[in-house]
């Protein structure tokens, strides 16, 4: 449990670290300067969505999925990055669809982004059973993107040595 905590903690302060800032911003300081091994363990995450959000919210929340895989990166670590969506953080999808043909909307490129460096949406079948919310409501969303129960889904990803983040 403590061993939890403090990884927990340590990834915490990884999200907030200046990488999570603007590109060329300069804070008037180096950016921190870690060993190889700084990060070991923290490979395989699950980031569990289940709140209800605006564009700004979701954007935040994908700022620091990315800023995590940017962390790993800069020590040469890959990360296998896993987004578990239900309830109400089924809400990221549907804006991002609702805003995919405005030519300004910021949220489905970031999905997109995301996507590209591996990472992998799932989708709860009991929040899109209990909300009669439709596949095709969802940006992007595919078959194999649903999972029976998105909260089993995060349990069975800590089983397999997952670390839950709940940005």
Sequence with gaps: MLNKLAIGLALSLALTSPLSFAEGFDPGVAAPKVAADYYAGAEKVVFHISAEGDEKKYLGILANINNYIKALDSTGKKTEAIVVMNGDGLGLLKLAKDLELENTAKLPTQVDNLKAKGVKFQICYNTLVG????????????????????VAEVGRLEAQGYRLLKP
């Excluded at 909300?131 to 998105?150: F, H, I, M, N, W």
């Design 131 to 150: 909300r009669e919310v439709k596949l095709t409501d969802l940006y992007e969303a595919k078959a194999e993107d649903v999972v029976p129960s998105g």
